[in-house]
C-alpha cells in the first residue's frame, strides 16, 4: 500500500528535476492509473515488448542536458565538511551522507539514485577506448574535405555490396567486409573527390596521432571528423544519430553520480575517497589549471604539458591498465582501480556481482554420514547453528518464549544474535546491550534466534544436476564440526564421505519456508522424474544386513526386540509370540498390515527360486536385497509410497537402513583373504580349464601357421586367428568364474554382498580367488610396445596368452611381472578415459541443461518455451508424468482394479 | 530427381506427412491457442514434403511411432527462412 501513494507523491517534489526524469514519473504515473484495475495494486506493471535496444555514445550535448550540474572545482567539502557546490561531492549529484538531502530530488541517501554532471575540458581529449577507430576512420577519410576516400561512382556499390554480404552471412560478416575496406583505403595516397594529396596518419600509443612527422592535436583531429559527412560515416558501420566520430574526442567529460562512487569512513573518523573520485579531482585539477594557464596567455609549450597530463589523467580514468602508460596509484602505490577495472575480469562487475551472486544465511563444510538420523534430517554443527539465524516476529503469545532467546545472547545456545525493531532497524545482542534489548522488546520487534531442531532448511551439493540435489531437510542441531546426513540420501546428492562439502541455506521467511517444505522436502523427491522410482534405497552394509536377516536368520523374540526398539518401532504387536523368531518375520514388522506384493529378487534361495511374495504384510518368500530395497530398482518402494504415501515410505526406508545395519551389528560381518580360498578339487578345476584354453589356443595358433585356420568372412587370417584366441580366453575366463561361483562358501561375507548386490560382483570375486583374465585395449588384445612383442621378454611374433595380456593368475595367488605390467597398461587407459570424458560429458549435459531451463509444461499437456512456441504437443509424446508413474508406464491393471 | 524422392517416402524411417486443409488448419491452431509462429517449423524444401507442394504458411502433421506413446502426432509449420 505504501508503494501505491508515492508515486502521486513524487511529482509534486520533482518540479526541478531534470527534464527525463520528470517525464518517466509522469509515464509511470499514466501506466499507474491504466493498471490500477489489475490485481497488482500498487506496483506499476509494464507491460511491454522489447523491439530492439539501441547502443549509442554520449555526445557533448547529451552530457550537458543530462547534468545536473558542472563542476568546476577540486575541492570535496568545505571547513564544515559539507560538500562544496560545483565540486565533486556537489549534492546536487546525489547524496552519500545520511541527514543530508539531494537538491535535485529533494530525496535522501538510499532513496536518492543520484544524477550526472559534467566539466567542461578546457582543451579536447582523445577517449582512449576510441583511439584506433579514430585513426582507421581518419586514415580512410579524405585530409581536406572529409568525405571517404572512395570514388563517387564506386560509392554505393561499396555500400550495397556490405548489405547483399550481411544478408547472405550475417552481421559479423559485414563487420569483416567494414574492416577489409578500411584497410584497402590504406594505399590511396589521393582523394577521388577533391584530388588533394594525403598525408600518412599513424597513432603513438595510446593517444598521440602525428601526420607525416608532425603531432597534430585532438582540436585538429576533432576539425577533420566534423567534416566526414552523414552518409559517409555509415559505410564504417556507424550511425550517425547514434555515433558522430567527433564525439570520439571529448569536449566535456560527464561526471558519475556520487552514489556510484561513495567515500568510506575510517575509523579514526578520517575520510576516504573511492578511486574514481581521487581520478576526477586530478582531472577537475589539471583542467582549471589548464583553464588559468590559457586565460594567463601562458607559453605554448606549459600549456601543451598541462594537456598531456590532462589526457593522460583522462585516459586513466577510464582503462587503468593501458600498456604504454604508468597506472595512476594511490599514495600507498597501489593501483587504482577505475572504469574499466570495475567492470573487467573475475572481480569485475559482470562477473562478480551480476554473475556471481552470494547468499547470507548459509554455511558450508565437510559431510559425514549418521544413518541414526531420519532421511528429511540435517545434523548442524553448534557452532554453525549459533551463527546461522531464524527471524521470529515478537506478538502477546510469543514474547516470554522469544525473550528467552534474548536472555542467552549471541553465546549462549539457544539465543539470538539480533532484534530488529518495527522501523527496520538492526540491533546486535551483546553482553552489555542484552538487557536494554530485553527491556526494549515488544511485539512487532522481531527477534534473529539461533537455529534449533525442527527448522527448515535447503541442502544442497553441487554440480546441482536435478531437482533432487537442492532438498529441504529438517535441522538437528549437533556437536562436532560436519554437517550430518543420512547415507541413504547420499544418491540423490551423489554425495560420498571422502571430503565432500555440502552447502546449507536457512529460509528467512514464512513464504520461502512453506515453499521449501512443500516443494521441496526430501520425501516429496522421492519418486524420481527420469525413471518413476525411488531415488533413496538401501545402500550397502544396509542391503546386507536385510539379505542376511530375511535369508534364514533366526533369532530370540528378545533379540529382535531389541533390534526393533533401537530401529525406532515402538509397536511389537505384529511380531509372533514365540521363543524363537524368523528374519523375515522381524523384517514384516515393518510392512502395512494390508500390504501385499509379488517381485522377484536378485538372489535366489536354497530352492534356486527368486520369487518374492508379501501377503497381508507378511513376507512369506523371497530374501529381501537390492532388486527390491534398492535405489531405482524394483516396484516394492514404489508400490508402497503409491499405497501409503511418501511420509510413511520416508519413515519406513530409514527403518529398514537401520534395520540392515543393526542385524549386521550384532550378526558380524567382515572379509577377509580367506573370503577366496576355493577347495583343493575347485582350484585343481580352475587350472584344467586354463590348461585346456592354453593347447586350445596352442591349436589355433599351428592351424594358421600350416594355413589350415578357416577364415572368417571379411575378415584376414590374421584377424580371424586373433578373434578365435580371445573367445577362447574369454570363455576359459568365465568357466573359471562359474566354477568360483559354484564353490564359494555361500556363507563367505564376500560372496554374500556380491549376491546381495550391496557391493561387488561375482566377477571381482573370480578375479580374487582364480583368474584375472584377458586384458583389452579397444577391444583387441594388447598389441603395443616393442616391434613385433609386447614385452622384451617374449620372442617376437609370440601369439601366446601370456604375451598378449592374458593373466592367468588370480589377485590371491600373485600375478607374473609381465601379468602386473599387462595389468597397470590397461588401467592407465581406463584412469585416462574415464579422467577425460567426465568434464566433456559434464560440459555437454551442462548445455542440454541451459538450453531446455525454460521449457515448460502447460495445462494442455504441451511444452513450450517462455515465448509460447510449442516444443511438444504432448509431454514426451505419451503425456505421463513420470514420477507419477510405475518405471514411466501406468499400471492399468492395477488401477481397474482400484476401482472394480 | 523423381525417382529420388519417392525412395525417400518409402524410407522406413521417415514417418508419414500430411499437408493439412485450411480448415484443419484452423482447428489445430484454435486448439493449442497458438498463432502459426508457435508451431515448430519445417523448411519448404524439406525432402520430407517435397511432394506435398507445401507453401509457407501450410501445416503439416506427421504421424510418428513413438517408443513411449505407440503413435504420436505431431505438426509444423511450413517455412521459407
Same mark, same amino acid.
Given at each position: 500500500m505504501a508503494d501505491e501513494e508515492q508515486p502521486k507523491e513524487t511529482p509534486e517534489e520533482v518540479q526541478e528535476a531534470p527534464v527525463v526524469a520528470a517525464q518517466q514519473t509522469k509515464q509511470e504515473d499514466a501506466q499507474e492509473k491504466k493498471e490500477k484495475s489489475d490485481i497488482y495494486v500498487g506496483l506499476p506493471v509494464i507491460s511491454k515488448k522489447v523491439k530492439a535496444i539501441e547502443f549509442s555514445i554520449l555526445s557533448p550535448k547529451l552530457i550537458k542536458k543530462m547534468a545536473v550540474c558542472k563542476v568546476v572545482t577540486p575541492e570535496l567539502y568545505d571547513k564544515e565538511g559539507y560538500p562544496v557546490d560545483g565540486g565533486l561531492m556537489d549534492t546536487r549529484m546525489g547524496v552519500i551522507d545520511p541527514g543530508l538531502v539531494c537538491r535535485t530530488d529533494g530525496r535522501k541517501l538510499k532513496d536518492c539514485p543520484g544524477y550526472f554532471g559534467y566539466i567542461e575540458l578546457a582543451r579536447p581529449v582523445v577517449h582512449i577506448k576510441f583511439a584506433g577507430l579514430i585513426l582507421s576512420i581518419i586514415k580512410a577519410? =579524405?585530409?581536406? =574535405? !572529409?568525405?571517404?576516400?572512395?570514388p563517387a561512382n564506386k560509392f554505393d556499390a561499396a555500400k550495397k555490396k556490405l548489405d547483399q554480404v550481411e544478408s547472405e552471412s550475417g552481421l559479423a560478416a559485414r563487420r569483416k567486409a567494414i574492416k577489409d575496406i578500411i584497410a584497402s583505403m590504406k594505399t590511396v595516397s589521393k582523394c577521388p573527390h577533391c584530388k588533394a594529396k594525403q598525408p600518412n596518419l599513424t597513432l603513438e600509443k595510446p593517444t598521440t596521432y602525428f601526420e607525416d612527422e608532425k603531432r597534430i592535436s585532438p582540436i585538429e583531429l576533432r576539425a577533420r571528423l566534423e567534416k566526414i559527412p552523414d552518409e559517409d560515416i555509415e559505410?564504417? !558501420?556507424?550511425s550517425p544519430r547514434h555515433f558522430?566520430?567527433?564525439?570520439?574526442?571529448?569536449?566535456v567529460l560527464p561526471i558519475p553520480p556520487v552514489t556510484m562512487r561513495p567515500s568510506i569512513t575510517l575509523e579514526s573518523g578520517e575520510r576516504s575517497e573511492d578511486d574514481l573520485t581521487h581520478k576526477l579531482g586530478d582531472i577537475v585539477r589539471i583542467n582549471q589549471r589548464l583553464f588559468e594557464n590559457i586565460n594567463a596567455g601562458a607559453p605554448e609549450i606549459i600549456i601543451e604539458d598541462l594537456w598531456d597530463l590532462l589526457q593522460y589523467h583522462i585516459t586513466t580514468y577510464f582503462d587503468n591498465a593501458v600498456p604504454q602508460l604508468p597506472p595512476a596509484r594511490h599514495r600507498s602505490g597501489q593501483p587504482l582501480k577505475t572504469l574499466t577495472e570495475r567492470i573487467k575480469s573475475k572481480d569485475g562487475r559482470i562477473r562478480h556481482n551480476l554473475a556471481g551472486k552470494r547468499t547470507n544465511f548459509s554455511a558450508r563444510t565437510v559431510v559425514s554420514p549418521d544413518p541414526m538420523l531420519a532421511l528429511n534430517e540435517v545434523g548442524v554443527p553448534k557452532v554453525i547453528a549459533m551463527k546461522l539465524t531464524v527471524p521470529e516476529r515478537v506478538n502477546t503469545w510469543n514474547i516470554e518464549y522469544l525473550k528467552g532467546f534474548v536472555k542467552n545472547g549471541p553465546a549462549a545456545y539457544p539465543g539470538s544474535n539480533y532484534i530488529v525493531r518495527p522501523d527496520g532497524r538492526k540491533k546486535r545482542i551483546t553482553d552489555e546491550t542484552k538487557e536494554a534489548s530485553l527491556e526494549e522488546l515488544q511485539p512487532g520487534y522481531i527477534v534473529e534466534r539461533h537455529l534449533m531442531d525442527g527448522d527448515v532448511a535447503i541442502f544442497n551439493r553441487q554440480?546441482?544436476?536435478?531437482?533432487?540435489s537442492m532438498m529441504c531437510h529438517r535441522v538437528r542441531v549437533m556437536p562436532g564440526m560436519t554437517l550430518r546426513l543420512n547415507p541413504a540420501v547420499c544418491h540423490p546428492y551423489n554425495a560420498d564421505f571422502d571430503g565432500d562439502e555440502m552447502n546449507l541455506h536457512i529460509p528467512q521467511t514464512e513464504e520461502a519456508r512453506a515453499e521449501a517444505e512443500i516443494l521441496m522436502e526430501v520425501q516429496t523427491q522421492l519418486i524420481s522424474p527420469r525413471y518413476g522410482l525411488s531415488v533413496i534405497g538401501c545402500v550397502q552394509d544396509a542391503i546386507s544386513g536385510n539379505y542376511i536377516l530375511t535369508r534364514n536368520l533366526e533369532m530370540p523374540r528378545n533379540d529382535a526386540l531389541d533390534i526393533l526398539y533401537t530401529i525406532g518401532v515402538t509397536d511389537f504387536s505384529r511380531l509372533p509370540k514365540k521363543e524363537r523368531v524368523s528374519g523375515k518375520e522381524v523384517f514384516s514388522v515393518l510392512l502395512p498390515d494390508d500390504f501385499s506384493f509379488v517381485g522377484e529378487s536378485k538372489a535366489r534361495d536354497e530352492n534356486r527360486s527368486r520369487e518374492v511374495i508379501i501377503r497381508e504384510g507378511k513376507l512369506i518368500k523371497g530374501i529381501m536385497d537390492r532388486a527390491n530395497l534398492g535405489e531405482g530398482s524394483g516396484l516394492l518402494l514404489r508400490n508402497i509410497h503409491q499405497k501409503y504415501g511418501k511420509d510413511f515410505t520416508l519413515d519406513l526406508l530409514g527403518k529398514l537402513f537401520r534395520l540392515g545395519i543393526e542385524v549386521l551389528f550384532r550378526h558380524g560381518f567382515t572379509v577377509g583373504i580367506a573370503d577366496t580360498d576355493l577347495p583343493e578339487d575347485a582350484a585343481a578345476e580352475v587350472r584344467k580349464t586354463l590348461d585346456e584354453a592354453r593347447q586350445k589356443v596352442n591349436l589355433f595358433i599351428d592351424e594358421y601357421k600350416n594355413n589350415k585356420l578357416d577364415t572368417f568372412p571379411g575378415k584376414t587370417l590374421e584377424e580371424t586367428l586373433e578373434l578365435r584366441i580371445l573367445e577362447t580366453l574369454n570363455n576359459a575366463r568365465n568357466e573359471t568364474g562359474a566354477i568360483v561361483a559354484e564353490y564359494a562358501n555361500p556363507h563367505s561375507f564376500t560372496k554374500i554382498m556380491a549376491d546381495s548386490g550391496a557391493r561387488g560382483n561375482l566377477l571381482n570375486l573370480a578375479q580374487m580367488a582364480a583368474c584375472v583374465g584377458q586384458q583389452a585395449m579397444r577391444g583387441k588384445r594388447i598389441e603395443k610396445g616393442y616391434k613385433g612383442r609386447t614385452l622384451s621378454c617374449f620372442r617376437k611374433g609370440d601369439l601366446m596368452p601370456a604375451a598378449h595380456g592374458f593373466i592367468k593368475n588370480g589377485f590371491k595367488g600373485g600375478l607374473e611381472p609381465w601379468e602386473f605390467f599387462f595389468g597397470s597398461v590397461t588401467g592407465r587407459d581406463s584412469l585416462m578415459d574415464t579422467a577425460l570424458r567426465t568434464p566433456k560429458s559434464g560440459y555437454l549435459y551442462r548445455r542440454l541443461a541451459n538450453a531446455m531451463q525454460d521449457l515448460k509444461v502447460e495445462y494442455d499437456s504441451t511444452v513450450r518455451d517462455s515465448g509460447g512456441t510449442i516444443i511438444q504437443f504432448s509431454y514426451g509424446e505419451d503425456g505421463i508424468d513420470v514420477s507419477r508413474s510405475e518405471k514411466g508406464m501406468l499400471n492399468v491393471k492395477r488401477i481397474i482394479q482400484a476401482a472394480l | 530427381m523423381a525417382k529420388q524422392k519417392s525412395v525417400i517416402k518409402e524410407h522406413i524411417l521417415l514417418p508419414e506427412h500430411v499437408k493439412l486443409t485450411d480448415k484443419e488448419k484452423e482447428a489445430v491452431l484454435k486448439h493449442y491457442g497458438i498463432a502459426q509462429r508457435q508451431l515448430p517449423k519445417i523448411f519448404k524444401n524439406d525432402a520430407a514434403i517435397a511432394e506435398l507442394d507445401a507453401k509457407p504458411g501450410d501445416i503439416i502433421k506427421i504421424i510418428r511411432n513413438s517408443p513411449t506413446a505407440g503413435q504420436t502426432i505431431f505438426y509444423r509449420g511450413v517455412t521459407d527462412v
Open positions: 577519410s =579524405c585530409s581536406e =574535405c !572529409g568525405r571517404v576516400l572512395i559505410l564504417f !558501420g556507424l558522430r566520430p567527433e564525439w570520439a574526442i571529448l569536449t554440480p546441482s544436476l536435478h531437482r533432487m | -
